[in-house]
């Protein structure tokens, strides 16, 4: 029996972006370990992942392109063939492109593969060749993104490696016990250490049960909170004058929204008590190296811009940037300096831009032109965007002509014109970077793909064959597309050394900045002045009226430690077996007279959905919690999203999944 090991990269979107050591025997993949040898992953790998030769060889995995058969929506399909299907596709989108311009035809991704080549090369350069809309990638963290770009010029925080020698980590809606288990070895070093370690969660997650102290605000009231903690600084005088003199910008309208929250009216907006308020500002300012981790659950409501102000500020008027270590961490992105892969439109001016959280909206209500054309990869749109009742209309037009690349029937498949088979990352070459730690990764292809599924830059180049296209840019090879992405940045300091060869010898390399430097200070900021923005970004007006306002309960819908959204949704030995369910609080169960293991319809100004009561101590009264995210035929044909909305949060145009009222009625 021939036995090989190689390397890979877990393609999912998780801070963690572990290395693996893939086995395998005889062709087969027959185990998936961590990468002992990197110091992230550290040998070990979460639940899920843990599970991933079921996910590999799932029987249900899509092997041939399939045609759809029945009525839009009802899931009728009929194996077919490549030639077929790109005979289809191909001269469809020029029929759509001659009729309306290419902007009829939206495509639509995100990171169900994190790779470089897999989610960010040819897809970007077909789109734009055909002049189609282009699509605003804001599920995630946008506004938190936009707004450390807004302060800082960048999304750049401190090395995790470096967590262990910090003494105060706030970690602000973050949920590492599921999100990000590797952060938990280091976090629990720093513990030994002599660190004191904060969850700031409206939940009593697994995170804040683990550590030192849960401070639970009210959700939502996370913009009261930081700025209150802020007027406690100020009014005590510990902050860093000299830091805040000579780096920073905007402080008079910083220190002007903190005077607004004095201790009293901060207690009562975040229902904390004015002694945990005024103890946690004690430790802010007299605890160092401190360290402000921002998960992405403070800037999924509609403050999301504002609470990540107010919350990086804190960590930059007590000077704590200035240690190894400390400062505000909210991602790591552009710690990795690569251009991105170089794209030529065909339409000028540019086509217009979509945000996919208003996919609803855009599917439903454009005219000038329509959307006739989308094309999913990488995503599950049907199970995951906002305000579902829209999206699932607008994928139900009969007119609409659609095209899902996937790995497995999801619920967008279900409304295909075309399924076509993707392979998994076990099966391509690809590049990967973190959103949290420092390495760069190339992930090997360990086994080809089965039968005839194809990677995402190989299904760009069929589709821009079939369209008719011939620029060769469109159909560079994944080692061109590699060694270009290296290329374009190989100048930059960071990346010095790190090329292809390199990476086939060692496969997890460090960007090259030193571990102990230190953002903002050791690198530049880049903003228009060089220095830290204090004053808030351009805040969005909240709309003037909001239908659910007074609805009785704030429902939270966070992630799952079991999934990765809407992924694993069919691996039997992850997913949850219980029936899509509601977190509540006893009281709140008592007062709607319902007990585990009942009915409730859970509904708002957006739509409805049946779900099953638990009764959790982890949930405060008035608040109900589902984990995302669901597969809609486990529930019926609906899940959370149906509740969710597509407003817009002030700044950056993320996703507002967090603010969300709804009303709920017992169906025994
Ligand atoms: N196991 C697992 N891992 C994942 C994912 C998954 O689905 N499952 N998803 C991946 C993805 S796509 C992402 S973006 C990351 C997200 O991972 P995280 O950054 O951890 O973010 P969330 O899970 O969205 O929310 C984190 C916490 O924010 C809290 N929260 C909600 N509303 C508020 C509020 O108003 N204020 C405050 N202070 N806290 C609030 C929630 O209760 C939750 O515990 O995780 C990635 N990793
Ligand atoms: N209510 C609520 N909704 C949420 C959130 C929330 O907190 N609450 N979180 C939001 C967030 S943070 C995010 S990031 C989004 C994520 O939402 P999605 O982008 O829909 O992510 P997933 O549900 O993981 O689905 C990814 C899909 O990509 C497929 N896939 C994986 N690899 C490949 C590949 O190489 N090629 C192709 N063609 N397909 C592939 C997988 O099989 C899977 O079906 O969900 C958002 N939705
Ligand atoms: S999902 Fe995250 S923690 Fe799990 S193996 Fe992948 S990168 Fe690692
Ligand atoms: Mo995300």
Same mark, same amino acid.
């Given at each position: 029996?021939?036995?090989?090991?190689?390397?890979?990269?877990?393609?999912?979107?998780?801070?963690?972006?572990?290395?693996?050591?893939?086995?395998?025997?005889?062709?087969?993949?027959?185990?998936?370990?961590?990468?002992?040898?990197?110091?992230?992953?550290?040998?070990?790998?979460?639940?899920?992942?843990?599970?991933?030769?079921?996910?590999?060889?799932?029987?249900?995995?899509?092997?041939?392109?399939?045609?759809?058969?029945?009525?839009?929506?009802?899931?009728?399909?009929?194996?077919?063939?490549?030639?077929?299907?790109?005979?289809?596709?191909?001269?469809?989108?020029?029929?759509?492109?001659?009729?309306?311009?290419?902007?009829?035809?939206?495509?639509?991704?995100?990171?169900?593969?994190?790779?470089?080549?897999?989610?960010?090369?040819?897809?970007?350069?077909?789109?734009?060749?055909?002049?189609?809309?282009?699509?605003?990638?804001?599920?995630?963290?946008?506004?938190?993104?936009?707004?450390?770009?807004?302060?800082?010029?960048?999304?750049?925080?401190?090395?995790?490696?470096?967590?262990?020698?910090?003494?105060?980590?706030?970690?602000?809606?973050?949920?590492?016990?599921?999100?990000?288990?590797?952060?938990? +070895? =280091?976090?629990?070093? *720093?513990?030994?250490? %002599?660190?004191?370690?904060? #969850?700031?969660?409206? $939940? !009593?997650?697994?995170? /804040?049960?683990?550590?030192?102290?849960?401070?639970?605000?009210?959700?939502?009231?996370?913009?009261?909170?930081?700025?209150?903690?802020?007027?406690?600084?100020?009014?005590?005088?510990?902050?860093?004058?000299?830091?805040?003199?000579?780096?920073?910008?905007?402080?008079?309208?910083?220190?002007?929204?903190?005077?607004?929250? +004095? =201790?009293?009216?901060? *207690?009562?907006?975040? %229902?904390?008590?004015?002694? #945990?308020?005024?103890? $946690? !500002?004690?430790?802010? /300012?007299?605890?160092?190296?401190?360290?402000?981790?921002?998960?992405?659950?403070?800037?999924?409501?509609?403050?999301?811009?504002?609470?990540?102000?107010?919350?990086?500020?804190?960590?930059?008027?007590?000077?704590?940037?200035?240690?190894?270590?400390?400062?505000?961490?909210?991602?790591?992105?552009?710690?990795?300096?690569?251009?991105?892969?170089?794209?030529?439109?065909?339409?000028?001016?540019?086509?217009?831009?979509?945000?996919?959280?208003?996919?609803?909206? /855009?599917?439903?209500?454009?005219?000038?032109?329509?959307?006739?054309?989308?094309?999913?990869?990488?995503?599950?749109?049907?199970?995951?965007?906002?305000?579902?009742?829209?999206?699932?209309?607008?994928?139900?037009?009969?007119?609409?002509?659609?095209?899902?690349?996937?790995?497995?029937?999801?619920?967008?498949?279900?409304?295909?014109?075309?399924?076509?088979?993707?392979?998994?990352?076990?099966?391509?070459?690809?590049?990967?970077?973190?959103?949290?730690?420092?390495?760069?990764?190339?992930?090997?292809?360990?086994?080809?793909?089965?039968?005839?599924?194809?990677?995402?830059?190989?299904?760009?180049?069929?589709?821009?064959?079939?369209?008719?296209?011939?620029?060769?840019?469109?159909?560079?090879?994944?080692?061109?597309?590699?060694?270009?992405?290296?290329?374009?940045?190989?100048?930059?300091?960071?990346?010095?050394?790190?090329?292809?060869?390199?990476?086939?010898?060692?496969?997890?390399?460090?960007?090259?900045?030193?571990?102990?430097?230190?953002?903002?200070?050791?690198?530049?900021?880049?903003?228009?002045?060089?220095?830290?923005?204090?004053?808030?970004?351009?805040?969005?007006?909240?709309?003037?009226?909001?239908?659910?306002?007074?609805?009785?309960?704030?429902?939270?819908?966070?992630?799952?430690?079991?999934?990765?959204?809407?992924?694993?949704?069919?691996?039997?030995?992850?997913?949850?077996?219980?029936?899509?369910?509601?977190?509540?609080?006893?009281?709140?169960?008592?007062?709607?007279?319902?007990?585990?293991?009942?009915?409730?319809?859970?509904?708002?100004?957006?739509?409805?959905?049946?779900?099953?009561?638990?009764?959790?101590?982890?949930?405060?009264?008035?608040?109900?919690?589902?984990?995302?995210?669901?597969?809609?035929?486990?529930?019926?044909?609906?899940?959370?999203?149906?509740?969710?909305?597509?407003?817009?949060?002030?700044?950056?145009?993320?996703?507002?999944?967090?603010?969300?009222?709804?009303?709920?009625?017992?169906?025994?």
């Amino acid at each position: 029996m021939e036995s090989t090991t190689t390397f890979g990269v877990c393609p999912h979107d998780c801070y963690d972006t572990c290395g693996l050591r893939v086995t395998v025997d005889d062709g087969r993949v027959t185990r998936i370990a961590g990468d002992p040898s990197h110091p992230i992953t550290q040998g070990f790998l979460c639940f899920k992942v843990n599970h991933y030769l079921d996910r590999l060889y799932h029987p249900e995995r899509l092997l041939y392109p399939l045609r759809r058969v029945g009525p839009k929506g009802a899931g009728q399909f009929v194996r077919s063939s490549w030639d077929e299907a790109l005979a289809d596709i191909g001269p469809r989108l020029q029929a759509i492109r001659t009729r309306f311009g290419g902007e009829a035809i939206l495509p639509y991704s995100f990171a169900g593969n994190m790779g470089l080549l897999a989610s960010d090369s040819l897809d970007r350069r077909f789109f734009a060749a055909l002049g189609a809309s282009r699509l605003d990638r804001t599920i995630c963290t946008a506004s938190a993104g936009a707004t450390a770009r807004w302060m800082f010029g960048q999304s750049l925080g401190p090395d995790p490696e470096t967590l262990p020698d910090v003494r105060l980590i706030l970690l602000w809606g973050a949920n590492p016990a599921a999100t990000s288990v590797h952060a938990i +070895p =280091l976090l629990d070093e *720093a513990r030994r250490r %002599g660190a004191w370690i904060v #969850t700031v969660d409206p $939940l !009593a997650t697994a995170t /804040a049960r683990r550590f030192d102290q849960h401070v639970a605000p009210a959700p939502n009231s996370d913009v009261a909170l930081a700025l209150g903690l802020g007027h406690q600084l100020i009014q005590t005088g510990r902050l860093d004058n000299a830091f805040i003199a000579e780096r920073t910008e905007g402080f008079a309208a910083y220190r002007q929204a903190a005077l607004e929250w +004095p =201790l009293a009216r901060t *207690a009562a907006a975040t %229902g904390l008590a004015p002694e #945990t308020i005024a103890a $946690l !500002a004690d430790r802010l /300012a007299s605890t160092r190296p401190l360290l402000i981790r921002a998960g992405y659950g403070v800037q999924r409501q509609a403050r999301s811009a504002e609470a990540t102000w107010a919350i990086a500020a804190l960590a930059v008027i007590t000077g704590a940037l200035a240690d190894v270590g400390g400062g505000f961490l909210h991602g790591n992105g552009d710690a990795f300096p690569l251009a991105p892969l170089a794209v030529r439109g065909t339409a000028s001016p540019p086509p217009r831009s979509i945000n996919m959280i208003q996919l609803g909206d /855009a599917l439903t209500t454009l005219t000038d032109p329509p959307v006739a054309a989308l094309i999913v990869y990488n995503s599950n749109p049907a199970a995951t965007a906002p305000d579902q009742a829209a999206v699932l209309r607008g994928l139900q037009r009969e007119d609409l002509f659609t095209v899902v690349h996937e790995q497995m029937p999801t619920d967008t498949t279900r409304y295909a014109d075309w399924v076509l088979p993707a392979a998994m990352s076990l099966e391509v070459l690809d590049l990967h970077t973190s959103y949290w730690h420092r390495y760069i990764q190339l992930n090997r292809p360990a086994v080809p793909p089965p039968g005839e599924a194809v990677s995402n830059p190989e299904l760009f180049r069929r589709l821009a064959r079939a369209t008719g296209l011939s620029d060769p840019a469109l159909f560079a090879s994944d080692e061109a597309l590699l060694d270009e992405l290296l290329a374009n940045s190989a100048d930059h300091p960071w990346l010095q050394g790190i090329t292809r060869s390199r990476l086939m010898e060692s496969p997890a390399q460090k960007i090259r900045l030193p571990q102990a430097s230190r953002p903002f200070i050791d690198t530049p900021v880049r903003t228009p002045s060089g220095r830290i923005r204090l004053n808030p970004p351009p805040l969005a007006d909240p709309p003037a009226s909001d239908p659910d306002a007074e609805r009785p309960f704030h429902l939270l819908t966070p992630s799952r430690r079991e999934t990765i959204k809407s992924s694993f949704g069919n691996v039997a030995r992850v997913r949850p077996h219980e029936p899509p369910t509601l977190l509540m609080a006893a009281v709140d169960m008592r007062s709607l007279g319902v007990q585990g293991g009942d009915s409730v319809r859970v509904h708002n100004a957006q739509g409805a959905t049946v779900l099953t009561v638990r009764e959790s101590a982890a949930v405060p009264a008035g608040t109900v919690v589902s984990y995302a995210v669901r597969w809609l035929d486990e529930a019926g044909g609906s899940n959370i999203n149906q509740l969710t909305s597509q407003r817009l949060s002030d700044y950056g145009g993320g996703a507002t999944f967090y603010t969300t009222r709804v009303s709920i009625t017992s169906l025994g």
